[in-house]
């Protein structure tokens, strides 16, 4: 029988340059990689409705509810079968992305958000996260002007993101380790190489 795979996720706030450097993790290691919001086909127009501009009225308990309804469909469909069969899986966002942007960015209670989320996902937590951080300077220029529902949203908001992200670190450190994201791709590679090095037998 074959040992259960290992489940790392990257997060951070918006253009911290979590995408690219999972895509690249999951090929170092030969994993799947996936991502949230939109990786299954109930994602996909989950996603659109979150992020589109025009959906300024959703409140912030049926956003909450929408993502929790994507978790649910990529856990059952994508993340825990590979997983059971000895995969690693490399996650572009997870359950502390929602903690982060419904809980701290939106206010929603915290401990209810957990329950909704854990309901979503059979309890399923990451072995490992990766946190990059990177300026707001930096993050702003990588966005551009072109921006979606959420990389519109405010500046305080974001803030109250980033703060939530570094709490959630902060309350776990043995599961989480944060990474400057600033420099080049290279750079911040070889940074998650470390870690991995240090936490994970690679």
């Known amino acids: ?16 340059g979590k995408s690219t450097q999972a895509r690249l993790l999951a090929a170092r290691l030969d994993a799947l990689f996936t991502f949230e919001p939109g990786a299954t086909e109930l994602g996909q127009l ?3 409705i979150v992020l589109d501009p025009e959906s300024h009225h959703l409140d912030a308990r049926a956003e909450a509810l929408l993502i929790a309804a994507d978790k649910a469909q990529h856990v059952r469909a994508i993340i ?27 206010g929603l209670d915290l401990e209810q958000l957990e329950r909704v989320l854990d309901f979503a996902t059979g309890g399923l937590r990451p072995d490992l996260v990766l946190l990059l951080e990177v300026s707001d300077g930096i993050a702003d220029a990588r966005l551009g ?6 990389e519109a949203e405010s500046a305080a908001f974001h803030r109250r993101v980033r703060d939530g992200f570094r709490s959630l670190a902060s309350a776990d450190p043995k599961r989480w380790a944060v990474i400057d994201g600033e420099g080049s791709i290279d750079d911040v590679s070889a940074r998650i190489d470390r870690v991995l090095h240090e936490r994970l037998v690679v």
């Open 1 to 16: 029988m074959s040992h259960r795979g290992r489940f790392i996720v990257l997060e951070g706030g918006e253009a911290c």
């Open 46 to 48: 989950m996603r659109r």
């Open 80 to 106: 825990e079968p590979a997983l059971v069969s000895g995969r690693d899986v490399v996650c572009d966002r997870f359950v502390d992305s929602a903690l982060a942007y419904q809980g701290f960015g939106r």
């Open 145 to 150: 002007g072109q921006r979606d529902r959420l």
